[in-house]
């Protein structure tokens, strides 16, 4: 473990000393060789997508997607040392271009908080940081299983976010930061595992949910706004979105607000499809007496 956490640590601290558009140059022959060479990543990709997007089974096309999806996932890894590591200021001005933010401004605005959700879609490191520059964000977080929790935190907090844990205290936080008036920041399309969420649509599949989401909103009656990173070509910066959710997130019931985030959470995918995550084992908990995919 100290091996690997040395290794990690040493790659994010190199490729902050590189400028973005080598950094994601280098992303560019990382993904062709995922691409070339089977892997592990490779295979859940390729799964996820034949599954969301089996009009192009075993087509050029559906190649020609997972091919990109890789490059953009090799992509989003490496430009972690810059997002976490460069000057607050210096990750700013990648930012070249942002819509839709007059919704986040009018939830803030209406004084019961607002909760700012964040996809596996382009640099949601990047979303993050904008949105904790500009507004009182508090977000979860879950330790890191390559031991460089340190490094995460300060990364993320440094443009003035808070970190939580993901245990009692931090949920209490999360009530606490939308009672005064805050922003949460939270990832909707994690896996919470058997037990921890309920299944709802995701590209016409029962995807394991969580729940905590929801209850904050309904809860609470704080608006939901998506955003994310568009990941401009040749290292150019980002393109950042804002969109407010309909009003069934923040008013329920729990199971209609869960499966309006997956369905916003697709649309946003189905406009930028080769940005996404997919090899993110999605569907990795089955419904009972369902196959598995993985």
């Not at 809860?219 to 407010?244: C, D, H, M, N, Q």
């Not at 090899?279 to 908990?285: L, M, V, W």
Request: glycine share 10%; charged share 20%; with cysteine.
């Amino acid at each position: 473990m100290i091996r690997r956490q040395g290794f990690v640590t040493g790659l994010l601290r190199l490729t902050a000393c590189l400028p973005l558009p080598v950094v994601h140059g280098i992303g560019v022959v990382v993904g062709w060789l995922l691409w070339l060479i089977p892997n592990q990543p490779r295979r859940i990709a390729a799964i996820n997508l034949t599954l969301c997007f089996p009009d192009g089974q075993d087509t050029p096309l559906q190649s020609r997607l997972l091919r990109r999806n890789l490059v953009e996932t090799s992509k989003a890894m490496l430009e972690l040392g810059p997002l976490w590591l460069w000057r607050g200021e210096q990750v700013l001005e990648l930012v070249r271009a942002v819509g839709g933010e007059e919704s986040l401004n009018t939830a803030v605005a209406q004084g019961r908080g607002a909760i700012v959700i964040t996809p596996h879609l382009g640099a949601w490191e990047m979303a993050g940081l904008y949105v904790s520059s500009r507004y009182p964000l508090t977000t979860l977080y879950r330790p890191s299983r390559l031991d460089i929790d340190a490094l995460i935190r300060a990364g993320r907090e440094r443009l003035g976010a808070r970190v939580v844990p993901t245990d009692t205290r931090g949920v209490r936080a999360l009530f606490e930061t939308l009672r005064s008036g805050g922003v949460l920041g939270m990832l909707p399309d994690q896996d919470p595992g058997p037990g921890g969420g309920i299944f709802a649509a995701f590209f016409g599949w029962p995807a394991n949910t969580m729940v905590l989401l929801s209850r904050l909103a309904i809860k609470s009656g704080a608006p939901v706004i998506l955003t994310y990173a568009e990941r401009l070509p040749r290292g150019r910066g980002y393109r950042l979105y804002f969109e407010a959710l309909p009003a069934t997130v923040s008013t329920g019931p729990l199971e209609a607000s869960v499966a309006a985030v997956n369905l916003a959470v697709e649309q946003a995918v189905r406009r930028l499809p080769s940005q996404y995550l997919w090899a993110y084992k999605r569907f990795k908990t089955r419904p009972s007496g369902e196959p598995r995919f993985y």
